[in-house]
């Protein structure tokens, strides 16, 4: 319900002076676009997020090396 009267608003606001079927339209097309692409953005934020915070959780462990790593001089 929300979705409709904010599809609403905007269609108006996109329609100007053009006021009636085409702001109706547009209201329309733009709620039925955010109600497909916002999921898809979240989702798409999220993994970037988690992405981030596991680069940044290894980045900060102290680099172990094994003991035959070392050079011999």
Not at 29 to 50: E, I, K, M, Q
Request: without cysteine; charged residues 20%; hydrophobic residues 45%.
């Amino acid at each position: 319900m929300l979705g409709k009267i904010a599809g609403a608003m905007l269609g108006k606001r996109l329609a100007g002076r053009n006021a009636g079927t085409k702001g109706a339209l547009l209201g329309f097309g733009a709620a039925a676009l955010a109600r497909r692409s916002v999921p898809a953005l979240v989702a798409v934020t999220a993994a970037g997020w988690g992405f981030n915070k596991w680069r940044e959780r290894r980045a900060r462990r102290s680099p172990t090396y094994p003991g035959t790593a070392t050079p011999d001089y």
